[in-house]
């Protein structure tokens, strides 16, 4: 069945470090790929997505790109801030599949110290 | 503008009750989707409505029950709770209930605890 298969947790780095959060994924045909941030105290925000392979997903500075070779979405940011700390989920939409189902990874807990 | 609103915040459930969860999405979103996420794990997809019809559901036992209203708000019910209901329930609006690229926006989520 579909699913997705998230790097476990919790990361912990310094300010501007570099950031890789790995994700992989199981699905039939080309799902959308989906990487969702979730501040304490606050619901799910979409922090990007890519539909197709090759696809790269940006957003404040974040960075994803939709390998299908390798079936991975990996996260990425060159420079985190301790404003990024959350938890990220890494979430895929099967191909054909209604729009409100998504199915989610564990979630990773990233806390950044100044 | 509001966002997805979710009532209540908290509340606390002994076993064998009922929970009625209740969800209005952001305005002119025609789709809800309900989600339980249990400490440490992602959100797992149970029920969507679109245009007051269910469109799909996920793996949950039949005690889990939901309903869309004409102004498209939400209310998930859960019957004999079990102690393995304890989460944080999760509701979702999109504009639309189909297509493969539209954008879900979630709540802050109802915490339930059962004792």
């Known amino acids: 069945g579909d699913s997705v298969t998230q790097m476990e947790g919790p990361v912990t780095l310094s300010e501007e470090a570099f950031l890789t959060i790995n994700c992989t994924y199981t699905?039939?045909?080309?799902?959308?790929l989906f990487w969702y941030v979730q501040y304490p105290g606050e619901g799910l925000q979409l922090l990007l997505k890519?539909?197709?392979?090759?696809d790269k997903g940006s957003n404040k500075g974040f960075e994803a790109t939709y390998r299908k070779e390798t079936t991975s979405f990996h996260l990425e940011k060159g420079s985190v801030q301790v404003s990024d700390s959350a938890v990220y989920f890494c979430?895929?939409?099967?191909?054909?599949?209604?729009?409100?189902?998504?199915?989610f990874g564990r979630g990773t807990q990233l806390t950044v110290w100044p | 503008d509001a966002g997805v609103t979710q009532s209540p915040t908290h509340l606390i459930k002994t076993r064998g009750q009922h929970v009625t969860l209740r969800c209005s999405p952001i305005?002119?979103?025609?789709?809800v989707s309900w989600y339980q996420q249990v400490l440490g794990q992602g959100p797992q997809f149970i029920f969507q409505y679109y245009e007051k019809e269910e469109r799909g559901r996920g793996n949950f036992p039949d005690r889990f029950s939901a309903r869309q209203f004409p102004n498209y708000s939400s209310e998930l019910n859960v019957n004999a709770l079990l102690l393995g209901d304890s989460a944080l329930y999760l509701c979702?609006?999109?504009?639309?209930?189909?297509?493969?690229?539209?954008?879900?926006?979630f709540g802050e989520g109802s915490r339930l605890t059962v004792l």
């Open positions: 305005s002119g979103h025609k789709s």
């Open positions: 979430a895929l939409r099967a191909r054909g599949s209604t729009l409100g189902r998504l199915y």
């Open positions: 979702a609006s999109s504009l639309d209930g189909t297509g493969t690229t539209g954008e879900l926006f």
């Open positions: 890519a539909t197709k392979a090759d």
């Open positions: 699905a039939t045909g080309y799902p959308s």
